[in-house]
């Protein structure tokens, strides 16, 4: 009996424990996020290395962002035709691919997309330099790490996933036109028509809303697992930085889908 | 006594069971160079880090000239770190970045230089750490030394006030080596910085430091000037020192000072009891400052390795040259009186030749001058007294410079 009410309040404290965790690093996460926010605005400007981080988290995503937003529209125009001629309302395809990429997968595969390429390797960057002891160096020049660092990744963050969110939505309507028009051949000017008509501006805002809310969530989770590589619990070295990769990987991926569905049921 | 720039109290420091300092109490006064030794992994670097507020002590304070480092405001924090530098026993230098970018770094980041002065300074730096064509190469393109070397230039090109040396010349080889060192002492005569070095090379370094301490057990067990070291009785301290002191000097080959202080005490017992002579020369390379300014601390390094060997090739076997501070050295002449000291100072001067050390001539107007002083020991003098009057204007019979 004793032994069980032991185990009982063991794994009760446990949990208390992880919850306290947490909300701990959710907290120095939110801290970590606006110093590096607020030191974006910080004089002298760092246009350089800002410029330099939009050309790598951005720039350099167009293409993977390009294939797979016409993959996407492809797939939806595939799965929309043969859904929509059940009820025989396949003229309703150009809205059906359109409201879902604007809304809805536009931004979420946007972010999942530069998790992938840019997000990891942010981490990657960062927890190298945490463990040469780089950050240090920076530390003792008087140069804060955090503004270095993290400011120029953020600030291209959010410059980023907007204009990178925009390229999928409309790469993603063609993809949807190639397979609905092109192949099963629903009539283009039905389906631009029903695009246009379909889409407000509430659903654009909506879907850049949620892709500034994604750049946040990205650039402060990948640069955070990176910063503090050392302070895991059995992270030492090489192997310390495949763990913060991993772990800012997941984490921005899980939080992104999350963020999308709080954000989501505020917007509707 | 002078107010200390940076004095340790009872500063502790636990990585979690294990205790790196156990209140260790350290002085470091502004304008020296204090040396700090101890075994691999008794805490070296960990007492440099907390200087410069990389880590914070579990217990006990930190003072900057008087004052609580844990005490001060952010902004005054600040300022005390803008008065440092760092050089990182891994270098820590930033891979991504070219070697000219690195150097260039922290002026970029802290000061409002113009790109012009920035890239006149960094060259500068560059070919004073002896350096050259190296700057659009990437640290990892680099040897060992190199990158030691590029990370020296990093910590001296802001001008610091306070330097912090983790172990700047491991890996190097001996002339390099001893080129940094007289860097360091350089640079601290020129702009009076302070200077704290963590340091392997016994004796080398106690050339260029004013106060040692010695780390060990978490504990600071010694502390004092290098010559105070060489008297320590604790047999800890006496057994670590006399194990790192390697029997030649790894530059010039010849005896270190410690071990020409006991040969000369050794003389001083046999004059007294057996009244057999000795004599001491003492040269001094007096323009070893110029040489190295005008090409380079290699070159200065270079050329006082071939003057040594030079020496010793020309003196008889029994005779002991050792190693006497940066640019002097000490010969003993086993049985030799003062004439007879006199007459191998004539042939030194005669035989040893310009072209022998330097050839090709560094520059146009280079010159190596030495001075010579001899004297006799006497045995109602002590030997400090010996060594004086070697060094006193009315022996240095001998000055050659060796120009042509």
Known sequence: ?268 | MDQPLIQFENVSKKFGQQTILQDTDLTIYKGEVTTIIGKSGVGKSVLLKHIIGLIEPDSGQILFNGEPLSQMTKEQRRAVKRRFSYMFQNTALFDSMTVFDNIALPLKETTRLSDTEIRKKVNDMVERVDLHDIDGKYPSQLSGGMKKRVALARALVTDPETVLFDEPTTGLDPIRKNAVHSMISDYQKKFGFTGIVVSHEIPDVFYISQRIAMLQGGKIVFQGTPEEIQQVTDPEVREFVLGLEGRHDVLTGMAPQPSAEQRLKEEMALLKRHETPFSVLLLTVENLDEINERAGYTAGQTLLKKFAEGLRSRLRISDVCARYGLSRIVVILPQTNREQARSTCAKLAREIELDDIADPKPYAEFSFSVSVGFAEAQKDKPLEHLLVSAESKKNALYEFRLST
């Open chain 1, 1 to 268: 009996m004793i032994a069980r009410l032991g185990m009982g309040t063991h794994s009760v404290s446990a949990l208390g424990r992880w919850v306290i965790f947490l909300v701990q690093e959710l907290g120095r996460m939110a801290v970590f996020f606006s110093k590096g926010f607020l030191l974006i605005f910080s004089l002298p400007f760092q246009v350089g290395k800002i410029t330099q981080q939009v050309y790598f988290i951005g720039m350099k995503s167009i293409f993977v962002i390009c294939l797979t937003a016409a993959f996407t529209g492809m797939v939806l125009g595939l799965q929309g035709y043969y859904t929509l001629v059940k009820f025989g309302s396949e003229g309703l395809l150009g809205a059906a691919v359109a409201l879902s990429l604007v809304r809805e997968l536009g931004p979420v595969m946007t972010a999942i997309m530069v998790i992938g390429r840019a997000g990891s390797s942010v981490a990657a960057e960062i927890g190298i330099m945490r463990i040469s002891e780089e950050i240090d160096a920076l530390e003792t020049m008087d140069i804060d790490p955090i503004r270095f660092l993290v400011s120029p990744r953020v600030a291209a963050a959010l410059i980023s996933f907007p204009l990178l969110t925009a390229i999928f939505d409309v790469v993603g309507i063609f993809g949807g036109y190639l397979t609905g028009s092109c192949l099963l051949g629903i009539n283009p000017g039905i389906y631009f028509s029903r695009v246009e008509t379909s889409v407000v501006m509430g659903d654009v805002t909506g879907g850049f809303v949620k892709a500034v809310a994604f750049a946040v969530v990205v650039s402060t989770i990948c640069c955070f697992q990176g910063y503090y590589t050392h302070t895991r619990a059995h992270g030492f070295g090489a192997k310390g930085v495949s763990l913060s990769t991993t772990s800012a990987v997941v984490i921005s991926c899980v939080l992104v889908l999350i963020v999308d569905y709080v954000l989501t049921s505020f917007l509707l």
